[in-house]
């Protein structure tokens, strides 16, 4: 039997439509569409996919307990993208022994980390 895979995350909000419309305009995914009620978003093979509940605050009260993670090819040049957006950082970019980290909090408050592994780090962890 083969493993289970994670296919895709559920990102609820009170305000789904500006929720979405920042993750297009930071991260610029590789997908946008509608499905039934949803926003997805893919991410390579990752699809987050927005949906709309009454049920939770407009911001998230915990927002490190989940901590969206997207591996970029430029750090720098998504950073500065970001900026041009307004976007607030909890942590700036980072540079750590030649991988860059840096973490933006969307609008509803959840943290979204910027990674940027070096050659030698992806080397060193097999990939």
Not at 18 to 32: F, G, I, K, S
Request: charged content about 25%; cysteine-free.
């Amino acid at each position: 039997m083969a493993a289970p895979q994670l296919n895709s995350l559920l990102l609820s909000s009170t305000d789904p439509q500006r929720l979405r419309q920042w993750y297009v305009a930071a991260l610029q995914p590789d997908e946008n569409a509608d499905v039934e009620n949803y926003g997805v978003l893919r991410f390579g093979s990752v699809y987050l996919m927005i949906d709309t509940r009454t049920d939770i605050s407009d911001k998230s009260p915990e927002p490190g307990r989940i901590i969206l993670n997207f591996d970029v090819d430029d750090a720098r040049a998504v950073v500065e993208r970001m900026n041009g957006l307004g976007v607030t950082w909890l942590a700036e970019l980072d540079d750590r022994d030649g991988s860059l980290f840096a973490t933006a909090i969307d609008p509803d408050g959840n943290y979204v980390q910027l990674i940027q592994i070096s050659e030698a780090h992806r080397n060193a962890m097999g990939g």
